[in-house]
């Protein structure tokens, strides 16, 4: 269990987890939000879950499921990671997804050594752009028509934060473990 403050909490998901992830991904609102496809089976959710180069985490707040976030692709010799974060839609604007994201990459940049972490979002994702920007990262051009959602095609942008950038906003200040 990784803490940030008191009210936000990550619990990282095994195998035995797969009840919990797939509820969650297999959403509607998850999979309108996100460019990446439902899991058909469960050993499709085991594969993910198991994956040496993933660390995929359950967001609590205070004391029950509030979504999603994870570190995929991690490399170790270019020490960096690509980055993804759910929250469900009640609780959104609360500050759950912005402490998440914090613990998430206090996680990647001190106990994996991580000095990247990137994601992409899509061009008209406005909520993910706000939280992004309060969060200090930097967001690029993507990809023209990368994706095609709900009938038409959808640009998306480059997100990324260095170690440095993240640790001269000292996020890591009160975590505990």
Known sequence: MINFGFWVSLRRLYTEDIAIYR????SYAFRMGSRQCDLKTSEDVQKLLADKDSSIFEINHR???KGICALSDINHVHQRAEFSIFIQDHVRRLGVAEMALKTLFCHGFR????????GETFDNNNAAHRLFDKVGMVRRPGIEQAYYKDGVWVDSHIIFMTKKMFLERDYCHNEQR
Do not use: M, P, T
Not at 23 to 26: L, T
Not at 111 to 118: A, D, E, Y
């Open 63 to 65: 004391g029950s499921q």
């Open 23 to 26: 509820e969650i991904r297999n």
């Open 111 to 118: 106990n994996l050594n991580l000095n990247v972490i990137h």
